[in-house]
């Protein structure tokens, strides 16, 4: 069983940034892939990013390439997301997910265990 919870999000201007933390609990947490997802109200559950059990491979929603970076440090239990140029249509809550597997996927059904979800909003 693995717990996670998220933190760091909040309210910010377009072209800010924020760092979303979340921290697991459980022994097993280094051979989790690790994933955040977000979803918007009235729409749904969407990819954002993903990062192999290892760090050594990750993966990007298109519509965050290039501005959103993904990273884990086993030794803390912990998956960040830091997330640079924000835009409003970045608002969102953001889900940190865990899956018993050592490589990502970009599918909700694939993860196993969520946190309760951490609320970004980016003012225009």
């Known amino acids: 069983q693995v717990q996670l919870v998220e933190s760091g999000g909040g309210l910010v201007q377009a072209g800010g940034s924020l760092r979303l933390s979340c921290a697991a609990s459980?022994?097993?947490?280094?051979?989790?892939?690790m994933g955040w997802f977000r979803q918007a109200p009235g729409k749904e559950r969407e990819f954002v990013a993903a990062i192999r059990w290892s760090g050594g491979s990750t993966f990007y929603a298109n519509s965050v390439k290039g501005r959103f970076t993904i990273s884990r440090d086993n030794a803390k239990n912990t998956v960040s997301l830091q997330m640079n140029s924000l835009k409003p249509e970045d608002t969102a809550v953001y889900y940190c997910?865990?899956?018993?597997?050592?490589?990502?996927?970009?599918?909700?059904?694939?993860?196993?265990?969520w946190g309760q979800g951490t609320q970004v909003t980016v003012s225009s």
């Open positions: 459980g022994r097993t947490f280094s051979s989790y892939a």
């Open positions: 997910a865990a899956r018993r597997q050592l490589a990502w996927s970009i599918y909700v059904s694939d993860y196993d265990y």
